[in-house]
């Protein structure tokens, strides 16, 4: 590039992105995945996660409500989801930011507790997983 433009009157970097992973995931049935970005320039402690929930199974879920939680060290808002029903053979989803900012980054790593309550055929579920597989700097 030119010399001189490196300065600050370049526009700001787009959001770091990190590769999605599955943070839940019932062979056949539902998965939530998630994607992370760091949509602050220079804050890496604050953290968007994109879940996405798809339903693998043959028949439609309903009532899907995603619930999260972090430790005491970060603080968790969950917006609202696109929706809460899921067509079978992953024919949908729905989608649901969770804003995070972790006040010990770069020494405490991300951490989640997920709980899980939908319904299959009028069948009320409750699933419940630890999210610790963060990509790396997240």
């Known amino acids: 590039g030119m010399p001189g433009q490196m300065g600050m009157g370049q526009p700001a970097a787009p959001a770091q992105q990190f590769p999605p992973f599955a943070a839940f995931?019932?062979?056949?049935?539902?998965?939530?995945?998630?994607?992370?970005?760091?949509?602050?320039?220079?804050?890496?402690?604050?953290?968007?996660?994109?879940?996405?929930?798809?339903?693998?199974?043959?028949?439609?879920?309903?009532?899907?409500?995603?619930?999260?939680?972090?430790?005491?060290?970060?603080?968790?808002?969950?917006?609202?989801?696109?929706?809460?029903?899921?067509?079978?053979?992953g024919q949908s989803q729905i989608s649901q930011q969770i804003q995070v900012s972790n006040s010990m980054h770069g020494q405490k790593p991300l951490v989640m507790r997920l709980k899980i309550a939908y319904k299959v055929n009028g069948v009320a579920h409750a699933e419940e997983a630890t999210v610790n597989t963060f990509p790396p700097g997240v």
């Open 25 to 89: 995931q019932r062979p056949a049935g539902l998965t939530v995945s998630f994607a992370c970005s760091k949509p602050v320039p220079g804050n890496p402690a604050v953290t968007m996660v994109t879940a996405t929930c798809t339903n693998a199974g043959p028949l439609p879920i309903a009532d899907l409500v995603l619930q999260a939680a972090v430790p005491t060290v970060m603080q968790l808002k969950l917006l609202p989801a696109s929706g809460t029903a899921l067509a079978p053979h």
